[in-house]
């Protein structure tokens, strides 16, 4: 317990905090006497609760921010409250898209600097060290703050488990939002929620993820008939997506979601860095390629050196019969 | 309608990444070439100029040793002209003092119209440079974008989000960062590689852009490294040539697991 207060940023989508919001309160229970969240949304009350389960004294509540992003107000508002004396000495934030842009117009506001894609913390003193994955994450680079703070922090999901420390709701504040000017003029004109069945594609125990191997769009029919069979969720390396043959939601990889299953299967994919940034974490992992050299081999617990159009039939058709 | 567009000059991601063990920032003394990410913005600009009527679209960079090889190949896109801040004095230089340089080049410039850039580069994947250059800038911003129109003095943006895609419409003057896939960028054509030689890049220090040394570069950053190690390495497992019966070697482990 070396530091006083630190903030965490609580991403919430339908009415729940993400898993990383839970994942950083509770690694942020172990760095500080006190947590607090910083909450922009409606209903604070009703996430009061959940927020102390994992460990959070305090919510910061913006409100309702209606159509705005959250970026340049939250920013605005977590500034004007240092300003005013609320004196966490660390703010750590998701490595989400809510989080990247409260925590990039924060770290001008403040003149601070920002520490991104972090997998680790530690606080020695007053020292704040972060660690971060590079090169595909064969090597880890620690990093310490050596301005004043407070410091700013993100991190990639799934860093640390989410575990409820056991303490009563939090209580809620009201955390004033300035006005924000010409900087807060973009406004969300429509929401629009891509529709996918079983279960999320970071959640699943089984994820089933296809890449240019399979030749053309049309193949991806495969990698979704055995992620079903498998009660998993499929995904897709970069390659794929940018040629548009799923959504974006489907990417694992380092500019996509970051993924732990029990098991991961690989087809048709060469393993770039960007991709297995997202998916080394993997328990377990199967690799379906052509290409014996492919580096995603190097990782494998089990590689089948062989051609995805052939290999997956089978597979399918053996996990069909097994009923 | 004019343009802006932040590109990076990186070195060739087909080669392994390597730091320079007396600063641990990533070597750059090789050739670099133009950010893949940054090549969408660049088309985008391109895009949204023509589509526009009239314009230019600009870029802006930092690099050392005054490199220009990804500025010319942006140029021979289509850009007209470039800035790009090469300075020792920037080395070590954090997001947030990249951004600072960043917002200096724009305003050389004259501002913009709208101001580009990719989510993130390919090397260092901070992530938050753009955000800070539209706040240093005083802009509102919107990022993740997966399609970019613009529709009079407004920019309407399909923006990524976790569960899908937001409509999203900001004023201009703004930032935008785009994603890979927005735009698929077109390859530069031979006369456009001939005429990129000749259009203008104009190369500035840090303190031609009135910028004090003391917030950029090393001496500016609020980081250092103090430790660079292995991660634990994954071992290989069992590589098997597929015989026909490779499928069922994935339905054994399988089984193992208690996954079926």
Known sequence: MTLNTVWVYADVAAGRPLSITLELLTKARSLAANVEVVYAGANAAELAPVLGAFGASKVHATGDLGERLPGPAVAAAIAAAVRGGAAPELLVFGQTYEGRDVAARLSVKLDRTVLTNNVDVAVDGETVRCTTAIFGGNTLVTTEFTGAGPHITLFRPKSFAAEEGGGAAAEVGALAVPDTGTSGGARVTGRHVEASSGPKLDEAEVVVSGGRGLGEAGKYELIEQLARLLRGAPGASRAIVDAGWVPYSYQVGQTGKVVKPSVYIACGISGATQHMVGMKGSKNIIAINKDKEAPIFGIADLGIVGDVHKVLPKLIEALQARG | ?260
């Open chain 2, 1 to 260: 309608m004019n343009v802006v567009v932040c590109v990076k000059q990186i070195p060739d991601p087909a080669n392994p990444g390597a730091l320079d063990p007396a600063t641990n920032t990533l070597k750059r003394e090789g050739k670099l070439i133009l950010d893949d990410s940054d090549a969408y913005g660049v088309e985008m600009a391109l895009q949204l100029v023509a589509a526009a009527g009239g314009g230019e679209v600009s870029l802006v960079s930092m690099a050392p040793n005054g490199e220009t090889a990804g500025l010319r190949t942006a140029l021979a896109m289509g850009a007209a002209k470039a800035v790009l801040v090469s300075d020792p004095a920037l080395q070590g230089s954090d997001a947030l003092g990249t951004a600072k340089v960043l917002a200096k080049a724009v305003e050389r410039l004259g501002g913009a119209d709208l101001v580009l850039a990719a989510t993130e580069s390919t090397d260092g994947y901070t992530g938050t440079t753009p955000e800070q250059l539209a706040e240093l800038l005083g802009l509102p911003s919107v990022t993740f974008a997966k399609k970019v129109e613009v529709a009079g003095s407004v920019v309407k943006v399909q923006r990524q989000t976790e569960a899908g895609y937001d409509d999203v419409e900001c004023p201009l003057p703004a930032l935008v960062t785009v994603t890979a896939g927005v735009v698929e960028p077109r390859y530069p054509s031979f006369k456009g590689i001939m005429a990129a030689k000749s259009k203008p890049v104009d190369q500035v220090t840090a303190a031609d852009l009135g910028l004090d040394a003391t917030s950029v570069g090393q001496a500016g950053s609020g980081q250092r490294i103090v430790a660079v190690t292995a991660a634990e390495a994954r071992q290989a497992g069992q590589i098997l040539e597929d015989d026909g019966e490779g499928f069922a070697k994935v339905v054994e482990f399988l089984e193992n697991l208690k996954v079926i």
